[in-house]
């Protein structure tokens, strides 16, 4: 059975697991998937991890928080009609902000009902269950649980890490725990992961390439925390070890056409290294409605409904694709005059009439031959780490402290990224190289404000400057683009006075709703090692 019909079980038949709280410190509801009758079987335990992938688990933080967090917040989406949204462009985030709550909860949904699964195996497994699939089942719940904390850790810093929601009962105040012993609780999980997963496994569930992947990633980032000026050498070591040990031995390729990665046909392609799986017909809170938001218009979508808070690319990233990065450029944003045949392909195809996002845009249900989708429940399996990343994330942890580098295996992976996108390849690398292949490359996925954050870390008077050198060029701010002369033109209209960015602007506020909960979260962090 396909991993993603398996979800659709679990959203029936126990939608308390994958269902979502109001605030990270509730205890998890019982039901069958935790009763004493379940984790009998290895066919029950990949029942229980099928529902972390997924569905209402992962709603909020997918659904809310995902892109305004990661591509508004670092300049490459710009909103300009909502007060939470307003508070991203300007820097002027409250503790009461929308986004940011529903990014912390969001989360630590996520992570509760990882907890919850990792500890009902651990002491239900039944005994006739094998050592390896009692430990494969705790390792996919271990890497889902280390990539929530992984993002928490990177838009928060200091959180608290909670192992057994069961305990909070006795105790609902928990203080916050420093950032490097968060980061180190994340490698952790993933190296636990990395051990017990397989090296292959039905399409969309994780593998033993997803954890070294995603800790190749993860030690990237510890490696300049809190190292002003450089990066730990030996962390970068390890990031280059897992990094490069999945480009070297994983046996996996990138997907021959950028384009094509994004259409839902192309799910879980051998690029992808840990997408959310999303099912159709499943109704509001369950399913993927990014297309339903960000959409430039409703023709191309379900029924025709939707497009309701276009996302707009701001300047600064149109002007960081070149001349012949036509198909990258495509694949992500649209243009006024840009043509998509895939898009209504029933009614002639789609004519943009103006900028948007086209990432994440995969049409309507006869496009998709999937007759119950709607409005609010896309196909598309977006990632969360593919290939692409961890080819970069290797480049960056052999460049580490050097100014530049030409090491061999730096270039041969960067360079496929560009290779595949149709664009030169280049004989030397440097940071700023680096950043803005990533920025092009994963725009519109989440990822170039961690970018912006591991920056911070290592080299923060720079980084401040790379921010307020947006306002400075006005780059945050949407454009225009006229077919036939082919010039684009950045808006002039009067935006909100933007606060410069500091040090502290690369940290979110705690929610205040769980401040009120927990005035725990308001004093220092403690460490948890």
């Keep these: 059975m396909k991993l993603i019909n398996k979800i659709i079980i679990i959203l029936l038949c126990a939608a308390a697991v994958a269902g979502c709280k109001k605030s990270f410190l509730d205890r998890p509801s019982n039901s069958q998937?935790?009763?004493?009758?379940?984790?009998?079987?290895?066919?029950?335990?990949?029942?229980?991890?099928?529902?972390?992938?997924?569905?209402?688990?992962?709603?909020?933080?997918?659904?809310?928080?995902?892109?305004?967090l990661g591509d508004v917040l670092s300049g490459t989406g710009s909103f300009q009609y909502s007060n939470d949204l307003v508070q991203l462009f300007t820097r002027t985030i409250t503790p009461q902000n929308g986004l940011v709550t529903t990014g912390w909860v969001g989360l630590y949904n996520v992570i509760a009902q990882c907890n919850g699964v990792i500890n009902a195996i651990q002491q239900q497994a039944s005994p006739s269950i094998s050592a390896a699939d009692r430990n494969a089942a705790i390792g996919e719940a271990k890497f889902i649980r280390a990539v929530a904390y992984y993002h928490l850790a990177v838009y928060w810093g200091a959180v608290p890490i909670i192992e057994d929601n069961s305990k909070l009962i006795q105790d609902p105040l928990r203080n916050r725990n420093i950032a490097s012993d968060v980061y180190k609780f994340v490698a952790k999980d993933l190296t636990y992961a990395a051990q017990?997963?397989?090296?292959?496994?039905?399409?969309?569930?994780?593998?033993?390439?997803?954890?070294?992947?995603?800790?190749?990633?993860?030690?990237?980032?510890?490696?300049?925390?809190?190292?002003?000026?450089?990066?730990?050498?030996?962390?970068?070591?390890?990031?280059?070890?897992?990094?490069g040990n999945?480009?070297?031995?994983?046996?996996?390729s990138l997907l021959p056409s950028y384009y094509d990665l994004f259409k839902a046909q192309n799910n879980?392609?051998?690029?992808?290294?840990?997408?959310?799986?999303?099912?159709?017909?499943?109704?509001?809170?369950?399913?993927?409605?990014?297309?339903?938001?960000?959409?430039?218009?409703?023709?191309?979508?379900?029924?025709?409904?939707g497009g309701w808070q276009p996302l707009q690319p701001t300047y600064d990233l149109y002007r960081m694709y070149s001349a012949k990065d036509t198909v990258r450029r495509k694949a992500t944003i649209m243009l006024n005059g840009d043509f998509y045949p895939e898009l209504n392909?029933?009614?002639?195809?789609?004519?943009?009439?103006?900028?948007?996002?086209?990432?994440?845009?995969?049409?309507?249900?006869?496009?998709?031959?999937?007759?119950t989708m709607d409005t609010w429940s896309s196909i598309e399996h977006n990632a969360i780490l593919r290939l692409a990343d961890v080819y970069l994330v290797y480049a960056e942890a052999i460049l580490g402290n050097n100014t530049t580098t030409s090491d061999?295996?730096?270039?041969?992976?960067?360079?496929?990224?560009?290779?595949?996108?149709?664009?030169?390849?280049?004989?030397v690398l440097t940071p700023a190289t680096l950043r803005t292949e990533r920025r092009v490359e994963l725009a519109f996925e989440g990822q170039y404000w961690i970018d912006l954050v591991r920056y911070s870390y290592y080299d923060p008077t720079n980084a401040v400057k790379f921010l307020n050198d947006q306002d400075a060029t006005h780059?945050?701010?949407?454009?225009?683009?006229?077919?036939?002369?082919?010039?684009?033109?950045?808006d002039t209209t009067k935006l909100p006075s933007t606060l410069p960015a500091t040090i502290n602007s690369f940290t979110l506020p705690i929610p205040s709703s769980e401040l009120t909960s927990d005035p725990k979260l308001a004093e220092p962090p403690v460490p948890y090692y």
């Design 33 to 68: 998937i935790s009763s004493n009758n379940f984790y009998k079987t290895t066919s029950d335990l990949r029942l229980a991890t099928a529902s972390l992938y997924g569905g209402s688990l992962w709603w909020q933080w997918h659904n809310g928080a995902w892109l305004p």
């Design 196 to 243: 017990y997963l397989p090296k292959t496994d039905e399409k969309g569930r994780v593998t033993t390439w997803s954890a070294q992947g995603m800790l190749g990633k993860v030690y990237l980032t510890m490696a300049g925390l809190g190292k002003s000026g450089s990066r730990d050498q030996a962390l970068l070591d390890s990031a280059k070890k897992y990094a």
């Design 246 to 252: 999945v480009c070297k031995n994983s046996g996996l």
């Design 268 to 305: 879980d392609n051998v690029e992808s290294l840990f997408s959310l799986q999303w099912a159709a017909g499943v109704g509001y809170g369950n399913g993927n409605n990014l297309q339903t938001y960000f959409s430039p218009t409703a023709v191309v979508l379900p029924q025709q409904q």
């Design 345 to 371: 392909a029933a009614g002639g195809g789609y004519k943009a009439t103006g900028t948007g996002l086209k990432k994440h845009i995969i049409g309507n249900e006869k496009d998709n031959n999937s007759p």
């Design 408 to 427: 061999g295996d730096a270039l041969t992976y960067f360079n496929k990224v560009r290779a595949r996108a149709g664009v030169d390849i280049v004989t």
């Design 475 to 490: 780059g945050r701010i949407s454009f225009t683009y006229d077919p036939a002369t082919k010039i684009a033109t950045r």
